[in-house]
């Protein structure tokens, strides 16, 4: 008889350890301290708590086959109407071509003041998401402010690889969360833990003989896990984040291998030369880049003879660009056919980007493939090849000792300009001659918003002038974006509407089709939102993109600031006042600076030969802000802020 054993495995990163067992929980059971609870003394402007949670996996076999059963409980208190969205439930279901998860016992129960309430089996419903996913959803009955609901359920899944791991944290703050696992030592998983909280139980140990399958000889121990967390704040998503999952305590599973009772392993998790030479032989990805023939037949003589190697390449760049469609799929390595993709003229991205290392290599442009996973997919495991992390591909190519990462996708996108849901630092370039490698994806410098206006304030408070505003960088692709399939009509009108008292009397804009060069608009205006008291005119000079609300409201964020670029914005301003008008009282001049060079804001403003200069910027010189410099960008944009709410006061002579 073959038996299986297994390491007894701890997460050496984590400080604490205890023995000490999870609360235990009857479901049905509400406390008088639970019911009648009206604020939670942890976090008073919390509109919903969990009061307990947990989950509870193990391996069970039915019919010869093993699925993962896990046990789902939930114990959540509403405290006002915003928390009553916690009481909607909806279970996310896998299915493939011959397998589905499917929810079992679902059972739940509203607890008010006076009366309970239990959820009808009939008011449970599911809905179709795609043709791999679907949800089950229900409500839970009869809310109230002050209500306490529970849910229970159990999910059994016949997919051992997607074996799920648990959330500790979510947008609600958390009294205490367990997860619970018992797991044959067959199956060997890798895993991580995220997010800046340690674990209140850390408890692994070893069950001997518990698995076997009836009819194969052999067993195996189990690895029985229990983790747990207590008083778990909510996660409170702000601006400037890739994807939360990135950052919330979490604990996530990868199976690495399997073995079975006849001793066969069976490796999920490899390293990336395996990866490497799997992928070359792949029809889906390295046959598919064995293209070099079609493209050199379809590719224009022209370009092909062109003898500057960078002009080339943009025109190559260029012509793949125009010739493709996206369908909006990203579809990694999964049915691809660029010959098809090309006839057709529309393809996933993985079939554009092939393309244009297939026509690049054509033109003698060594150029290698890249994953990487987009923002709102999170950051790729770095310690082992997870290709189930990546979920887009690009192409790269040196030119003259300068990198360019390319992405025909988006008609609005220049050469060597990847587009902003790629700005997700680190990807791997899979080069099959010499071996794949990280490299970090360095957005471009130059995104700056710049503002010129001459305007000229009269007596009765207008003032009338021009407005030049340029973009450049990734400040230009939204620009575009913003003008792509819009009339000039319904583009100035959203303009007007944004800024209360502007009148826009003409417009043009130039190089909105060189996708290369920054974008200028020029603007003839009239504003007619001046305050005026007595002899006094009240001016604010910042009508135009002024910045409403500081985007950092939170006392301290736990996860960093990622702009995904740098940003730079410049305000200049002459504005001509009336000759019987002269100033009163004028904003003083104000510079703030970030530590280690990450940012500087500064207004200089000043009076003369009766005009008003103004010279108001600032820049944000890197993409990325971690958490120990968070208060001192709140701060940059609070002093922004003061500035732009400060009016200059004007007097009669």
Same mark, same amino acid.
């Given at each position: 008889?073959?038996?299986? =054993?297994?390491?007894?495995?701890? &997460?050496?990163?984590?400080?604490?350890?205890?023995?000490?067992?999870?609360?235990?929980?009857?479901?049905?059971?509400?406390?008088?301290?639970?019911?009648?609870?009206?604020?939670?003394?942890?976090?008073?402007?919390?509109?919903?708590?969990?009061?307990? !949670?947990?989950?509870?996996?193990? &391996?069970?076999?039915?019919?010869?086959?093993?699925?993962?059963?896990?046990?789902?409980?939930?114990?959540?208190?509403? $405290?006002?109407?915003?928390?009553?969205?916690?009481?909607?439930?909806?279970?996310?279901? *896998?299915?493939?071509?011959? =397998?589905?998860?499917?929810?079992?016992?679902?059972?739940?129960? /509203?607890?008010?003041?006076?009366?309970? #309430? *239990?959820?009808?089996?009939?008011?449970?419903?599911?809905?179709?998401?795609?043709?791999?996913?679907?949800?089950?959803?229900?409500?839970?009955?009869?809310?109230?402010?002050?209500?306490?609901?529970?849910?229970?359920?159990?999910?059994?899944?016949?997919?051992?690889?997607?074996?799920?791991?648990?959330?500790?944290?979510?947008?609600?703050?958390?009294?205490?969360?367990? &997860?619970?696992?018992?797991?044959? %030592?067959?199956?060997?998983?890798?895993?991580?833990?995220?997010?800046?909280?340690?674990?209140?139980?850390?408890?692994?140990?070893?069950?001997?003989?518990?698995?076997?399958?009836?009819?194969?000889?052999?067993?195996?121990?189990?690895?029985?896990?229990?983790?747990?967390?207590?008083?778990?704040?909510?996660?409170?998503?702000?601006?400037?984040?890739? #994807?939360?999952?990135?950052? +919330?305590?979490?604990?996530? $599973?990868?199976?690495?291998?399997? /073995?079975?009772?006849?001793?066969?392993?069976?490796?999920?998790?490899?390293?990336?030369?395996?990866?490497?030479?799997?992928?070359?032989?792949?029809?889906?990805?390295? %046959?598919?880049?064995?293209?070099?023939?079609?493209?050199?037949?379809?590719?224009? #003589?022209?370009?092909?003879?062109?003898?500057?190697?960078?002009?080339?390449?943009?025109?190559?760049?260029?012509?793949?660009?125009?010739?493709?469609?996206?369908?909006?799929?990203?579809?990694?390595?999964?049915?691809?056919?660029?010959?098809?993709?090309?006839?057709?003229?529309?393809?996933?991205?993985?079939?554009?980007?092939?393309?244009?290392?297939?026509? =690049?290599?054509?033109?003698?442009?060594? #150029?290698? =493939?890249?994953?990487?996973?987009?923002?709102?997919?999170?950051?790729?495991?770095?310690? *082992?090849?997870?290709?189930?992390?990546?979920?887009?591909?690009?192409?790269?190519?040196?030119?003259?000792?300068?990198?360019?990462?390319?992405?025909?996708?988006?008609?609005?996108?220049?050469?060597?300009?990847?587009? $902003?849901?790629?700005?997700?630092?680190?990807?791997?370039?899979?080069?099959?001659?010499?071996?794949?490698?990280?490299?970090?994806?360095?957005?471009?410098?130059?995104?700056?918003?710049?503002?010129?206006?001459?305007?000229?304030?009269?007596?009765?408070?207008?003032?009338?002038?021009?407005?030049?505003?340029?973009?450049?960088?990734?400040?230009? +692709?939204?620009?575009?974006?913003?003008?792509?399939?819009?009339?000039?009509?319904?583009?100035?009108?959203?303009?007007?509407?944004?800024? !209360?008292?502007?009148?826009?009397?003409?417009?043009?804009?130039?190089?909105?089709?060189?996708?290369?060069?920054?974008?200028?608009?020029? &603007?003839?205006?009239?504003?007619?939102?001046?305050?005026?008291? @007595?002899?006094?005119?009240?001016?604010?000079?910042? $009508?135009?993109?002024? +910045?409403?609300?500081?985007?950092?409201?939170?006392?301290?964020?736990?996860?960093?600031?990622?702009? @995904?670029?740098?940003?730079?914005?410049?305000?200049?301003?002459?504005?001509?006042?009336?000759? !019987?008008?002269?100033?009163?009282?004028?904003?003083?001049?104000?510079?703030?600076?970030?530590?280690?060079? %990450?940012?500087?804001?500064?207004?200089?403003?000043?009076?003369?030969?009766?005009?008003?200069?103004?010279?108001?910027?600032?820049?944000?010189?890197?993409?990325?802000?971690?958490?120990?410099?968070?208060?001192?960008?709140?701060?940059?944009?609070?002093?922004?802020? +003061?500035?732009?709410?400060?009016?200059?006061?004007?007097?009669?002579?």
């Amino acid at each position: 008889m073959k038996k299986i =054993l297994i390491p007894l495995l701890l &997460f050496n990163i984590f400080t604490l350890f205890s023995q000490k067992k999870s609360s235990d929980y009857n479901y049905g059971i509400v406390t008088l301290q639970e019911k009648s609870m009206t604020v939670y003394d942890k976090d008073s402007t919390a509109n919903a708590v969990v009061l307990y !949670e947990h989950s509870d996996s193990d &391996f069970v076999v039915r019919n010869y086959y093993v699925y993962i059963r896990t046990v789902i409980y939930k114990k959540i208190k509403l $405290f006002n109407t915003n928390g009553f969205e916690h009481a909607d439930v909806s279970i996310p279901i *896998h299915n493939n071509d011959n =397998l589905e998860e499917k929810v079992v016992h679902v059972k739940a129960i /509203t607890h008010n003041k006076t009366s309970n #309430t *239990h959820l009808k089996q009939s008011n449970i419903y599911y809905e179709k998401i795609n043709e791999r996913w679907s949800e089950m959803k229900f409500a839970l009955p009869d809310l109230q402010e002050g209500s306490v609901v529970e849910y229970y359920y159990i999910i059994e899944s016949p997919f051992k690889f997607n074996f799920k791991g648990w959330d500790f944290q979510s947008d609600i703050p958390k009294v205490e969360s367990v &997860f619970k696992a018992k797991i044959p %030592g067959n199956y060997f998983y890798n895993r991580k833990l995220t997010g800046p909280f340690k674990l209140a139980v850390n408890d692994v140990q070893v069950k001997k003989d518990c698995f076997r399958i009836e009819g194969i000889a052999g067993s195996a121990n189990c690895e029985v896990l229990t983790y747990s967390m207590k008083d778990i704040p909510a996660f409170v998503e702000e601006d400037y984040l890739t #994807t939360k999952d990135n950052f +919330i305590s979490r604990i996530a $599973f990868e199976l690495s291998t399997f /073995t079975g009772f006849d001793g066969k392993i069976t490796k999920y998790t490899t390293d990336w030369k395996s990866v490497d030479k799997d992928y070359k032989k792949d029809g889906d990805i390295g %046959g598919q880049l064995k293209r070099k023939g079609f493209f050199e037949n379809v590719i224009p #003589t022209e370009i092909l003879e062109e003898s500057n190697t960078l002009e080339k390449a943009k025109s190559i760049f260029y012509y793949i660009q125009n010739h493709y469609t996206w369908n909006g799929d990203y579809k990694l390595f999964s049915d691809m056919n660029v010959k098809r993709a090309f006839k057709d003229k529309i393809g996933t991205v993985g079939e554009i980007n092939m393309s244009l290392i297939n026509a =690049l290599d054509a033109a003698d442009i060594k #150029t290698e =493939l890249v994953l990487l996973s987009t923002r709102n997919n999170g950051f790729p495991t770095k310690i *082992h090849p997870v290709i189930t992390d990546f979920n887009y591909i690009v192409a790269k190519t040196v030119i003259d000792g300068k990198t360019y990462f390319l992405d025909a996708t988006d008609k609005l996108l220049p050469f060597g300009i990847l587009p $902003f849901r790629c700005l997700n630092k680190d990807a791997r370039v899979m080069d099959f001659k010499n071996g794949s490698y990280w490299e970090e994806i360095i957005p471009i410098n130059d995104n700056r918003n710049k503002i010129i206006m001459m305007l000229d304030l009269y007596g009765n408070g207008d003032i009338n002038g021009k407005m030049r505003v340029t973009n450049s960088g990734y400040n230009s +692709i939204n620009k575009r974006e913003e003008l792509d399939g819009v009339s000039k009509e319904k583009y100035l009108e959203k303009v007007e509407e944004s800024n !209360e008292g502007l009148e826009i009397h003409s417009y043009i804009n130039k190089n909105l089709k060189d996708v290369e060069k920054p974008i200028i608009e020029e &603007f003839e205006i009239s504003y007619k939102n001046i305050l005026s008291v @007595g002899d006094k005119i009240y001016l604010n000079p910042f $009508f135009i993109d002024k +910045i409403e609300e500081n985007p950092f409201k939170l006392d301290s964020r736990e996860y960093p600031v990622d702009f @995904g670029y740098s940003k730079q914005f410049d305000f200049l301003l002459t504005l001509t006042i009336p000759e !019987e008008y002269e100033i009163e009282s004028i904003p003083q001049n104000k510079a703030v600076t970030l530590p280690n060079k %990450g940012g500087v804001y500064s207004y200089v403003i000043n009076f003369a030969n009766n005009k008003i200069n103004i010279n108001f910027k600032y820049s944000l010189n890197k993409p990325y802000f971690y958490s120990n410099e968070y208060q001192y960008l709140k701060e940059l944009f609070k002093q922004i802020i +003061i500035s732009q709410e400060e009016p200059i006061i004007l007097k009669k002579k």
